[in-house]
Nanobody, 122 residues
């Protein structure tokens, strides 16, 4: 069974940091580009960052450039999103997804996790 499980969300003050993890089971993550997406209440889902299958290339939304870093450890079948200098506007449910185009980093990915809540207080 193909499964993606996010973890690492929580409540943090503005300026703080969190590291999200996306662990895959039932398939080998190495073959797929992975994306992190988020959806805030009342807003559309947006692409945050996507990484190529090799991990050598990544794409970031303008709103997170310089603050977030995506990485992957294929040996652990896990992708990470390091989030620094968090802002209240980063508050959202964060989802990881596999099997899409890392360059576009749009919502057209084949497999999705259930999401983890990130709340940034001012």
């Amino acid at each position: 069974q193909v499964q993606l499980v996010e973890s690492g969300g929580g409540l943090v003050q503005a300026g703080g940091s969190l590291r999200l993890s996306c662990a895959a089971s039932g398939f080998i993550l190495d073959y797929y580009a992975i994306g992190w997406f988020r959806q805030a209440p009342g807003k559309e889902r947006e692409g945050v960052s996507c990484i190529s299958s090799s991990g050598k290339s990544a794409n970031y939304a303008d709103s997170v450039k310089g603050r977030f870093t995506i990485s992957r450890d294929n040996a652990k079948n896990t992708v990470y999103l390091q989030m620094n200098s968090l802002k209240p506007e980063d508050t959202a449910v964060y989802y990881c997804a596999a099997d899409g185009d890392w360059r576009l980093c749009d919502g057209d990915f084949g497999s999705w996790g259930q999401g983890t809540q990130v709340t940034v207080s001012s």
